[in-house]
C-alpha cells in the first residue's frame, strides 16, 4: 500500500530532522509532505537540502488544524498518515498502517516515550457517548484510507487544540472503523517537544465545550461530563493550594478563565452545529479556505 505522510512542524528543526531520518529509514516509498509553518529556525532551508521530502508547503497559520489541512490538500495516495514532528517510527510501523487499512478506515497506535527512568507508553482510550462508541486517535500517529478525511472535510480549524478528539467523535458519527495497533508504535526520544507544557485551561474548556455540543448538541450527558471534568480538575487544582503548591488567587483565577472560555465553547458549539447540520459536523474544514499555503515546493 502507497501512503503519503504528512508531517506538520513549526521551529523544530532538530526533531524534524529525526523524524524524516526516521521515515526514510523504515519507509522508504512514502511521499512525504512536510507543512512548516512559519518557522524561523531554518526548517525550509534544511528540508531543501534533503531528497526524501516529495512536497514542502509553507503557511502562515500556526494552527495544528490548518498545517494537517494544507498538508492532506497535497496528498496523491490514497492512505494518509499523519506523525509528529517529534515522533520516530519506528520497523514495524509501516507493516502495522499496512494490515490496519486493511482492515480499517483508520488505524492508530502508542507512542513509547523514553525517559530516564523507563519507558511511557500510551494505551487505547475508547469512550461511549450518546450511545456513540468512539476510539480516540493518538494525534501524532494516526493512518487514514482516504474516503474518511474527505467525508468529514479533514480537521475543524475553529480548533486550537483538541481538534483530533473532535475527529474522533465525528469518524464515530459515520460509523468509520478505527483499529488501535500496539505495532504502529512511535518513539519520543527523551527531552523531545521541551517537556511538559502548563496547560491552558482556557483553551481546555472551550475546546471541550464546543467538540461535545457541536457533535451532540446542548443535552443533560453534556452538562454532566463539561462540570464533571471541572469539578476534577478544580478539586486537583485545589488540593495543591492546600498542600501549599499553588497559590489561591491563581486558583481563583483559573476557574474564571475555565468558566468564561466553557460558556463561549458552548455557544461557538451551538452556532458551528447550525452552520454544519450534516452529520460531519465541520464548518471550517478543508474545503473551508483555500489560503493556506503560502508557498508550495513539489518535488515529485
Known amino acids: 500500500m502507497d501512503v503519503s505522510v504528512v508531517v506538520p512542524t513549526l521551529n523544530a528543526r532538530n526533531q524534524l530532522a529525526g523524524c524524516l531520518d526516521a521515515l526514510a529509514e523504515h519507509v522508504p516509498d512514502a511521499e512525504v509532505v512536510v507543512v512548516n509553518g512559519p518557522s524561523t529556525d531554518g526548517t525550509t532551508g534544511m528540508i531543501q537540502e534533503r531528497d526524501d521530502v516529495s512536497v514542502l508547503v509553507e503557511v502562515a497559520d500556526r494552527t495544528i488544524n490548518a498545517a494537517r489541512n494544507a498538508g492532506i490538500n497535497h496528498t496523491s495516495r490514497d492512505a494518509i498518515a499523519l506523525v509528529n514532528q517529534s515522533l520516530s517510527v519506528t520497523e514495524t510501523w509501516k507493516a502495522a498502517v499496512e494490515s490496519g487499512l486493511d482492515d480499517s478506515d483508520v488505524v492508530t497506535g502508542p507512542t513509547h516515550t523514553q525517559l530516564v ?18 476510539t480516540y486517535l493518538n494525534g501524532g500517529n494516526v ?35 478505527v483499529q488501535w495497533d500496539d505495532e504502529m508504535c512511535a518513539r519520543r526520544e527523551v527531552g523531545a517537544d521541551g517537556g511538559e507544557t502548563p496547560a491552558d485551561w482556557g483553551w481546555k474548556y472551550r475546546s471541550l465545550a464546543y467538540r461535545l455540543v457541536k457533535n451532540y448538541g446542548f443535552r443533560p450527558t453534556v452538562v454532566r461530563r463539561l462540570l464533571g471534568h471541572a469539578g476534577s480538575d478544580a478539586f486537583t487544582e485545589l488540593r495543591d493550594v492546600v498542600k501549599g503548591d499553588g497559590r489561591p488567587s491563581r486558583w481563583l483565577g483559573t476557574g474564571r478563565d475555565v468558566t468564561t472560555n466553557m460558556l463561549r465553547g458552548i455557544k461557538d458549539g451551538l452556532v458551528a452545529r447550525r452552520l454544519d447540520k450534516t452529520i460531519r459536523r465541520n464548518p471550517r474544514g478543508r474545503s473551508y479556505r483555500t489560503d493556506r499555503s503560502v508557498t508550495v515546493y513539489d518535488w515529485r
Open 117 to 134: 527512568a523507563g519507558i511511557e507508553t500510551e494505551q487505547k482510550e475508547s469512550r461511549t457517548i450518546s450511545g456513540r462508541d468512539v
Open 143 to 177: 493512518a487514514f484510507r482516504r474516503e474518511p478525511l474527505d467525508e468529514l472535510d479533514g480537521f475543524d480549524e475553529y480548533l486550537d487544540i483538541g481538534g483530533m478528539r473532535d475527529l474522533s467523535h465525528r469518524l464515530a458519527a459515520l460509523d468509520f472503523s
